[in-house]
């Protein structure tokens, strides 16, 4: 699953993906801005630490989401088909925004977050509006040659995008069915694409609260609480010092600052949950490792996630709590307490659950 990071000049996200993905680029790696740059970055997860303390794995595998970082946008860029296409091939965008005040970082008229991402939300749907349009004069052409109900129903649902968009309104917030999102998936318009706004805000020494407060303080409630959409807040400066420390300095660190996990790791997880991804455990003396897989996945599906040998030969799933398996101590001490239990191909996995795939293969 891969993740853009978008934004205009000067807001801290070529910053954010060198400390999320711990990229080491030279200057010259950006010399040309129309270059995209792809980094992997570890989802953060607590509960998953805690099952490695009890038992001790010879390795430890947490998941990750691929973040890739595209110069600054524009409407100029979103016409260049090498720009262009990076976005297209994401899952999901994170518009990093500017909050904090800099002289030394020019920045374009007053500090205005909403401002600035009104504006870039409009620049993805003019981009969106010209494709539309191109593809609803193809449509005209070929219905006039052969009618068909498949090509209605896509010229039906292509002018109903035209209107939404025409609305100033990205297409994640259109109402669709699941065949509706098929037929668009092949478009990959960029307005569609979930979006994560995160505030880049200023050093403070009550960073906790204002980072806290950050969401609110700068109007985005309402954009966060739409479809298809989230906010977060994080400081660009404090992030990049967190990242040159030992994990003991670190936590020392925020200490300092009246927080218990630094902005990188709430933006991680809430990219990761935008997505509509969830994690279940395999935990083991070998391993403990962290399986991503959509929401409301499938027992036998999610088996596939570790291995299609295991999908296809399911049998059934030891499955029992995260928390669960840790209050017990040992599995043999869940089953013991009736905790862990089988569950059958088509049980719903949950996110956290630890599961032991049972298999004929």
């Known amino acids: 699953m891969k993740t853009g990071i978008i934004g205009l000049p000067q807001v801290g996200k070529t910053s954010l993906f060198r400390i999320l993905t711990k990229a080491n680029l030279s200057e010259q790696a950006y010399s040309n801005p129309r270059e995209a740059h792809v980094g992997v970055a570890k989802v953060p997860d607590e509960r998953l630490d805690k099952l490695a303390a009890l038992y001790s794995p010879k390795k430890l595998t947490h998941a990750s989401v691929e973040y890739v970082d595209v110069g600054a946008i524009g409407q100029d860029v979103l016409k260049e088909t090498a720009y262009i296409g990076h976005l297209r091939n994401v899952d999901a965008l994170i518009h990093v925004v500017r909050a904090f005040e800099d002289p030394a970082v020019p920045h374009v008229g007053a500090i205005d977050p909403l ?35 498949e090509l209605e129903k896509e010229n039906e649902l292509m002018i109903k995008a035209k209107a939404h968009l025409e609305t100033e309104k990205p297409l994640r917030e259109m109402e669709m069915t699941p065949e509706d999102k098929k037929r668009l998936r092949g478009f990959m318009f960029l307005s569609e694409k979930p979006i994560l706004y995160v505030l880049n805000i200023g050093e403070s020494t009550q960073l906790g609260k204002d980072l806290d407060a950050a969401v609110e303080k700068y109007k985005l409630t309402e954009v966060a609480a739409r479809l298809n959409a989230g906010a977060s807040a994080i400081c660009g400066k404090v992030e990049a010092e967190l990242s040159e420390m030992s994990d003991e300095d670190a ?29 279940f455990f395999t935990a083991g003396e070998d391993e403990c490792r962290a399986w991503t897989i959509p929401l409301n996945t499938r027992a036998q599906n999610a088996a596939g996630a570790i291995h299609s040998d295991l999908e296809k030969h399911f049998i059934r799933a030891e499955t ?17 307490k009736g905790t862990l239990r089988l569950e059958g191909k088509d049980y719903i996995v949950q996110d956290g659950d630890v599961m032991h795939i049972r298999h004929s293969g």
């Open 115 to 149: 401002r600035d991402i009104k504006n870039v939300d409009f620049d993805l749907i003019v981009s969106d509006l010209g494709q539309i349009e191109k593809r609803l004069e193809r449509l005209e052409k070929d219905l006039k040659k052969m009618r068909s109900p």
């Open 251 to 279: 936590a020392e660190f925020l200490g300092s600052y009246g927080l218990t996990e630094s902005g990188l790791s709430r933006l991680i997880r809430t990219s990761y949950h935008l997505l509509g991804l969830i994690s």
């Open 320 to 336: 029992i709590r995260w928390d669960q398996l840790l209050d017990a101590g040992s599995e043999a001490n869940a089953r013991a």
